[in-house]
């Protein structure tokens, strides 16, 4: 078999060589319509992926994420989030679920009333020190792969594998659901970073500075809200003049030209990792308007949006290696 050449080798091209995950499943779950289960912010990042069925996803105040079979849910920062199986479903605590609804030996839990069947693999994940912090703080708060997005269809034999180790009782069941949920974690990590090529650029460490990498961390977080030079300069406690210098001289270009590669840079992940449609990754990256948004992402990627989304999908994936030794 030939090797798939790598024409060149930059600090992303390192980190993601050594991306890698160890998954926990917490619970392989049956639910019957109508359900839902609601889980706190805490410091653990979390995944779940939809093995049958269709359910609703909302993290925080945004509008809720339909998912259906297939879809594998990351939420890196581990942020609070509601899944049910339709709006307006009861959505407790999942603590208060299964202190009513214990797991079973093989931790499989069963909840809901006697309508549609959902089954749900749920689990955390921890990267350790494989991923630096500041290249960390750049990925989305939820990132949702689709069933038919390009890297999910060539995930397809293992999803099929975990769909019969589900459907199974045999024993070691729940290390085998971690291990596979290793590679889906994983490859999702590497194909949103690797599509976003330019982030590790964006995460080098700056000069010490804590107004300007208090700034820089907000933004991160949230690249898509309404920023301003303005606005940041008043975070920051600054004047603008000055903030524009000081963050000139930390980070190499002025606030709004960082800002907008780090939008750009994560409409790339979204294109190459969701079936979501151009005016919708637009509006998740802060662009109002699509035709803007088009212009600036072709600027930057050298082509327009669509184009690069083909292009990426259509490019050969590669297993992890612990995945690809026999």
Not at 157 to 177: N, R, V
Request: charged share 20%; net charge neutral; hydrophobic share 40%.
């Amino acid at each position: 078999m030939d090797r798939i050449a790598i024409p060149r080798d930059d600090g992303l091209s390192s980190v993601l060589r050594d991306v890698s995950v160890r998954s926990v499943v917490y619970c392989l779950s049956d639910f019957t319509a109508p359900w839902g289960f609601r889980v706190e912010h805490s410091p653990v990042a979390k995944f779940h992926v939809l093995l049958h069925g269709t359910a609703l996803l909302t993290v925080g105040d945004a509008e809720p994420v339909p998912l259906t079979t297939g879809d594998l849910v990351l939420l890196p920062h581990g942020d609070g989030h509601a899944v049910a199986d339709q709006p307006g479903s009861p959505v407790p605590q999942l603590d208060t679920i299964l202190a009513g609804h214990p797991v079973d030996e093989a931790g499989r839990l069963s909840y809901g009333g006697s309508g549609s069947h959902t089954r749900l693999l749920c689990g955390g994940f921890d990267l350790g020190a494989s991923l630096p912090d500041d290249l960390a703080e750049f990925l989305p708060p939820v990132l949702t792969l689709d069933a038919d997005a390009g890297l999910v269809r060539w995930l397809e034999p293992l999803f099929a594998l975990l769909k019969e180790e589900t459907q199974a009782s045999a024993p070691g069941a729940a290390a085998i659901f971690a291990k596979l949920a290793d590679v889906f974690v994983t490859q999702a990590l590497r194909s949103y970073l690797a599509a976003a090529d330019g982030l590790a650029r964006l995460a080098l460490p700056v000069r010490p500075d804590p107004d300007i990498a208090r700034i820089l961390t907000m933004i991160r977080n949230r690249p898509e809200a309404r920023w301003s030079v303005d606005a940041m300069a008043q975070s920051a406690g600054m004047s603008r003049t000055s903030f524009n210098a000081r963050f000139r001289a930390v980070v190499g270009e002025p606030p709004m030209t960082y800002l907008t590669q780090l939008r750009l840079r994560r409409a790339a992940g979204y294109l190459t990792t969701t079936k979501k449609n151009v005016r919708q990754v637009a509006h998740l990256v802060g662009y109002d308007n699509e035709a803007s948004f088009s212009k600036a992402f072709s600027r930057l990627f050298g082509r327009p949006p669509g184009e690069y989304r083909r292009v990426q999908l259509a490019a050969p994936q590669r297993l992890p290696p612990e995945t690809a030794r026999p």
